[in-house]
């Protein structure tokens, strides 16, 4: 993995207090720690190199992973008496809540990746509507908000900020159109 994501309880949680070198080793840990072929996850802490990493004595980052390791009887998530790893051999431990937050990091990812998908499909969907009608109603658009519109329903472009596309054309009471059209680019 190329990041991790860290959550706002990690700093108002069981840890708040516990020192600065937890606070460093436990974004190393969640930033750096792999699956196996089980999807737990697990990471490897060399006390000498996170010391030169973080600028600190090897001294304070055993302290610190040590303090990891030892159970929590205040934490509210469970496993391992709460403990956040669990040692496995000289350098590897095992992040014991590590696949339930890859878990709820991948269904946040999932649900914003969708949440775009539906707004480009009703972006398309507005767009293509939009050029119906005023084909239809013989509405004319100008060459700019009709390249724009066929440009937003072919997905080269999206309206800026989110707008809703099928605002774009506003009416008069007697039916014609008025504009400038509020949602169209300036750069048109």
Not at 46 to 63: C, D, H, R, S
Not at 163 to 188: C, Y
Request: with cysteine; net charge positive; aromatic share 8%.
């Amino acid at each position: 993995m190329i990041y991790g994501k860290l959550f706002k309880k990690l700093y108002t949680g069981s840890m708040v207090g516990k020192g600065l070198g937890a606070f460093a080793l436990m974004p190393y840990v969640v930033a750096h720690m792999e699956p196996d072929r089980d999807r737990e996850e697990f990471v490897m802490l060399n006390p000498e190199l996170l010391a030169t990493t973080f600028g600190t004595t090897e001294k304070v980052v055993q302290e610190a992973i040590d303090f990891l390791c030892k159970p929590d009887p205040k934490t509210d998530t469970p496993g391992e008496d709460g403990r956040r790893l669990v040692q496995k051999s000289r350098y590897l431990y095992w992040v014991v809540n590590g696949k339930h937050y890859r878990e709820i990091q991948n269904e946040e990812e999932r649900r914003e990746k969708a949440a775009l998908r539906q707004q480009k499909h009703r972006d398309k969907k507005a767009a293509k509507e939009v050029l119906a009608a005023s084909k239809a109603e013989r509405v004319p658009l100008m060459a700019g908000e009709t390249k724009y519109l066929q440009d937003v329903k072919n997905g080269v472009v999206s309206p800026p900020n989110g707008e809703v596309i099928s605002r774009m054309v506003v009416r008069a009471s007697d039916g014609s159109p008025v504009g400038p059209f509020p949602n169209t680019p300036k750069t048109l």
